[in-house]
């Protein structure tokens, strides 16, 4: 499995981005998936996850109904509105093999087998 992030660019405070994560050849109906983000200086936080049945998600609370997840088969969509200068990151998507039609949302980093290299969002005015 081969993860690829794009999307990333450059918006404005409270305009609005879609990320997409595409898996090289295959569905992710097997895999639940999260997205990340890195700050300069800063950990990488999860931002948003969401099980392999797509019916259970995961969000930061500095995420909390402004970004959306979404997974149907191939690509995985991080939709994000309502953009803050804090969003500024590089979003990494990644994948957790958890078998088809589990409810569970992984939301560790080290929950997650496969990784993509990440999409720079810059948000400024």
């Known amino acids: 499995l081969r993860l690829t992030e794009s999307g990333g660019d450059w918006g404005q405070p409270g305009g609005s981005l879609t990320l997409s994560c595409a898996a090289s050849?295959?569905?992710?109906?097997?895999?639940?998936i999260g997205w990340f983000r890195q700050a300069p200086g800063k950990e990488r936080e999860g931002v948003a996850a969401?099980?392999?049945?797509?019916?259970k998600t995961y969000y930061a609370d500095s995420v909390k109904g402004r970004f959306t997840i979404s997974k149907d088969g191939n690509p995985v969509y991080l939709q994000m509105n309502s953009l803050e200068p804090e969003d500024t990151a590089v979003y990494y998507c990644?994948?957790?093999?958890?078998?088809?039609?589990?409810?569970?949302?992984?939301?560790?980093?080290?929950?997650?087998?496969?990784w993509g290299r990440g999409t720079q969002v810059v948000v400024s005015s």
């Open positions: 050849g295959l569905t992710l109906d097997f895999y639940a």
């Open positions: 969401i099980s392999s049945s797509d019916v």
């Open positions: 990644a994948a957790d093999q958890g078998g088809r039609f589990s409810n569970y949302v992984p939301i560790h980093p080290r929950e997650f087998e496969t």
